[in-house]
């Protein structure tokens, strides 16, 4: 079984962000899960997996390639491998999203 609150596992840091994996790739195969704090925009692509993003809390402007949208708690943002990607947090607080990563099919 792997059942756990994110608020036990020990925070870690990509790029200066601290995320704390739910689910690592070698539990969920080909789905890994985290919880991501975005304090600023990191423009950047994942070649090899798509990802799925759930907000939890704060605001913020999604850019998918070309594409902008503001979003906020409960928004699902689908980015597909290979797009370059990044959430830009609005009114000085962090963006909080669970983020899916998984290898499409």
Request: hydrophobic share 35%; proline share 10%.
């Amino acid at each position: 079984m792997h059942a756990l609150h994110p608020d036990d596992v020990p925070p870690s840091l990509w790029e200066g962000f601290p995320y704390r994996t739910l689910l690592p790739p070698e539990v969920g195969g080909s789905l890994g899960i985290y919880l991501l704090t975005i304090t600023r925009a990191n423009p950047h692509v994942h070649e090899a997996e798509d990802q799925v993003y759930i907000v939890q809390s704060g605001r913020g402007i999604v850019e998918i390639d070309d594409e902008r949208q503001e979003v906020g708690p409960g928004f699902l943002i689908h980015i597909p491998k290979g797009r370059r990607h990044a959430l830009t947090p609005l009114g000085g607080e962090p963006v909080v999203v669970y983020s899916m990563e998984y290898r499409a099919g």
